[in-house]
């Protein structure tokens, strides 16, 4: 079938998660009172969120923003560190570092080819307000906002992805997800999905050892969003 | 509290619904089968639209998306003028005129206007896959589809307009409905947001005799989006 959507995996396929919670915590939080050594402290607090969501895809608590998640981890993961001292309002306000992530370089110019031709959507496990307030803070131009807080279910549950197809009344196999991440390649692929790899290959830092090139049969790889965009006739 | 969300009635506020149906219906429809007199037509099918959704309000039915309704809807008004020898295909490509109404002549720039300083959001009871598909078609700049199907309830019952407004994790009184409507907007200033009367005076074609003017204290009251934009500071 004709392609007719592009849905992305968001945290660490568009925004670079751990360099940005890293910039932020060294140029706000370590005067705050956060004086932790921040990539460990982003990969501490990134490390809770497969289990977390976990709670919800086994049916064991209903449907939660991630959001909550994230505030929930958070504590856990500052008592681990050690840090004292900060406020509701502070938390709260870190908690929204999520809010913030910044693009990696390609993002922006190879969603604006690609939202010429396609519906481009997140198709991520962060909540509406999450991926709209990132969107405004780093210029990405979605055509709307799907993923886990509109399908009701957390990636890689197939209703993740069948639902977010739904939402636009398409087949899946008119949708693509682009992703970072063999396993919700893989997943989607299970449902339908047209799939494509764009590797990230700094996403965990330098020594990253995971999702270095694609470990299965996609409809497309790609070195960035705008190889994407080529490669698709954008 | 600070106006952050700026969302919008659609049909007949943004887009232009009668105008958009009576033109396809004499440039398309007519040559297929469909030879009706067309702004009867339009405002035949646009008068089952509450019923139909009054239906899902009052709880006798399950939410289903207004795709579904206007279908319903379409059949009813088929057979009431007559029509007839139409294949399931062509009934559901006329189903989908209202995913391509056109936009007031002011729409887009306004929109763009507004998006620059705030979140922009269509708040309609119009389908995500309606919505998408409209603003791709019609370049409408939306940061987020939200409305009836992510809040799942048809305006004006109170959780349309609650439900948008926590999807965004906002306080109601930093959103604002802009909607051509009276009604609408009274609903919505009861449950806190912000109002903003656009008259749209043709909506229901050169006779209309209703919501021509604001009837009640709105916080804006603006002749179109460039207007509402300069006045809100864009």
Redesign the interface.
């Known amino acids: 079938m004709t392609l007719t959507a592009c849905t992305f995996d968001v945290f660490g396929t568009v925004v670079d998660w751990r360099g940005s919670i890293v910039a932020e915590g060294d140029a706000v939080w370590r005067a705050r009172g956060v004086d932790v050594d921040w990539p460990a402290f982003a990969d501490a607090w990134r490390g809770l969120y497969q289990p977390a969501m976990e709670r919800v895809r086994s049916g064991n608590t209903d449907f939660v923003k991630l ?1 909550v998640l994230h505030r929930e981890n958070l504590e856990h993961v500052l008592k681990d560190f050690g840090v004292t001292g900060l406020s509701e309002a502070d938390k709260a306000e870190l908690n929204k570092v999520w809010h913030r992530l910044q693009p990696w370089p390609d993002s922006v110019a190879g969603l604006t080819r690609l939202k010429q031709k396609y ?1 481009i959507a997140p198709l991520s496990n962060g ?3 999450l ?2 307030n990132m ?2 803070a780093g210029g990405l131009p ?4 799907l993923g886990a ?2 399908a009701g279910q957390y990636k890689p549950h197939p209703d993740a992805y069948l639902n977010s197809a739904k ?4 087949p899946p196999d008119q949708c693509m997800l682009i992703a970072a991440h063999n396993e919700d390649l893989a997943a989607a692929q299970q449902q339908g999905f047209k799939t494509a790899f764009v590797a990230r290959p700094t996403e965990h830092g330098s020594s990253q050892s995971v999702d270095l090139e694609a470990k299965y049969e996609f409809d497309y790889i790609a070195t960035d969003f705008n190889d994407l965009a080529s490669q698709v006739g954008c």
């Open positions: 959001d519906i909540n509406i307000s991926i709209v969107a405004k979605w055509d709307v906002v807080e509109v939402a636009l009344d398409l």
